[in-house]
């Protein structure tokens, strides 16, 4: 399994990005996907799930009404817009897939089994 993360970059407290990720090696539509973000010397954390068909999605609180998860199954790809960014949006987004292949939407880490490597995303104020 590969989970190729793009869309990164450094943008300006208000801003908006969206995150992509390719994934390959895996039936894409069958899986749960999600997004975490890790900053330094700190765990990763949950920013955004969704279940194999897009209908059910799950946001951790701090993103709520600014991120939306969307994904692509033709294209086996998951993205995260992200909208009205902020300094504490600031790390590392990580791509996931779920550790089962049940296409649920999950949020906790060790729910997932595959993932990419990583986009850095800097805000600044």
């Known amino acids: 399994v590969q989970l190729q993360a793009c869309g990164g970059g450094l943008v300006q407290a208000g801003a908006s990005l969206k995150l992509s990720c390719a994934a390959s090696g895996l039936t894409f539509s069958d899986y749960g996907m999600g997004w975490f973000r890790q900053t330094e010397g700190k765990e990763r954390v949950f920013v955004a799930a969704i279940a194999r068909s897009s209908g059910v999605k799950k946001y951790a609180d701090p993103v709520k009404g600014r991120f939306a998860i969307s994904r692509d199954n033709a294209k086996n790809t998951v993205y995260l817009q992200m909208n009205s960014l902020s300094v504490e949006d600031t790390g590392v987004y990580y791509c996931?897939?779920?550790?089962?292949?049940?296409?649920?939407?999950?949020?906790?880490?060790?729910?997932?089994?595959?993932w990419g490597q990583g986009t850095q995303v800097t805000v600044s104020s």
């Open positions: 996931a897939a779920e550790r089962l292949r049940k296409g649920l939407v999950r949020s906790q880490l060790s729910d997932f089994g595959s």
